[in-house]
């Protein structure tokens, strides 16, 4: 049976549930989402106005800028509320239930963007028609704000400057160059059909998503060898973890050396005994701070997240080089 939740509006404390505690330092270790989800809603905006160019003429007569803005303006809104409303980060709360506020809010978002789009590009008369449209596209681009809100969430779980917290974030941003390649490779059918916006020429249009995806994909990439840096000094460590010993509980609440690691995850600290360094010194220096195991699982996460963010990405890139290529064989 779960216990009473509490609203982010409600002042009136109640008992937490188990774990809540752990759920909400995660939250408050949560990096910001009004950057990311910004950068991804200028994206969709862009890409989703002049994939709706292929199916309606009015939407090939919007000045792509005016959803960039305004989409971006909403995103950074919609990642500040996905953030900071604790009632989705309850531990209790059903995933079914994160899911449905997920999708209201990003529907919400792109009805408003919809409807700021007409009302700007036709006045009151294009308010409702796009405000409908703008709510169907966001509810579109609903799984890429899961993925990017999941992965956000798991970015909280490692402390400051640790090894953890920086593969997570790493994580992050990979999930959302993805989502951005994602939102790239939607024109697709307005490439194939060529009804392109009157506000851009074709080749413009077309190169943006080639220039999108391509960055995506390469930048994914780079981060994919920076986490492997990272994931070498973690192996060594793991390796070594025979020939390290548990430092002494009297020792837990000392600050750790210049030299020693952040894990990230876990209390425990580690050191390798040197009968010279504690004659000198009378204690033992801590090499490494946190659980190996934990961090190493960890690690292997965030590197299938990150794999699949490469594939989605690849995919973007894939089906718009195709699609201008068949385009292209059309006047040969």
């Known amino acids: ?80 509320t996905l953030r900071g409303w604790r009632r989705l980060h309850t531990p209790t709360l059903a ?96 490439v194939l059909s060529a009804n392109v916006s009157n506000e851009l020429a074709p080749l413009l249009q ?21 986490d492997r840096s990272a994931r070498a000094s973690l192996e060594a460590f793991a390796k070594d973890e025979a020939w390290l010993d548990r430092a002494p509980v009297g020792e837990e609440g000392e600050a750790l050396a210049p030299a020693a690691v952040d894990l990230g995850v876990g209390t425990e600290r580690w050191t390798r005994t040197s009968d010279a360094n504690y004659r000198l010194s009378g204690r033992t220096d801590v090499l490494v701070k946190g659980s190996i195991a934990r961090a190493t699982a960890a690690f292997d996460e965030c590197a299938r997240g990150r794999h699949r963010s490469l594939i989605v990405a690849a995919c973007g890139l894939t089906a718009v080089s195709v699609s201008f290529a068949l385009r292209l064989s059309v006047f040969l």
């Open 1 to 80: 049976m779960q216990s009473p939740q509490k609203d982010w509006w409600d002042p009136v404390p109640v008992a937490p549930p188990p774990g809540a505690g752990a759920a909400e330092d995660e939250a408050a270790n949560m990096p910001s989402l009004a950057k990311p989800f910004a950068a991804f809603g200028a994206a969709a905006g862009l890409f989703a106005i002049l994939a709706l160019g292929s199916f309606r003429d009015a939407a090939r007569e919007v000045s792509p800028l005016t959803p960039m803005i305004a989409t971006a303006a909403l995103g950074a809104l919609v990642g500040v």
């Open 95 to 190: 995933r079914e239930a994160v899911i449905l506020w997920v999708a209201i809010i990003t529907g919400l978002a792109g009805a408003a963007s919809g409807g700021v789009v007409g009302l700007v590009t036709w006045g009151t008369d294009g308010f409702a028609r796009f405000a409908a449209g703008g709510a169907v596209v966001g509810l579109v681009f609903v799984p890429s704000c899961l993925v990017v809100f999941d992965a956000a969430k798991r970015a909280g779980r490692g402390r400051h400057g640790s090894l953890v917290a920086a593969t997570d974030r790493r994580t992050v941003l990979s999930t959302v160059l993805a989502g951005i390649a994602f939102a790239g490779a939607t024109q697709v059918p307005a």
């Open 206 to 226: 077309v190169g943006l998503s080639l220039v999108v995806c391509l960055g995506a994909t390469i930048a994914i990439v780079v981060l994919q060898r920076r």
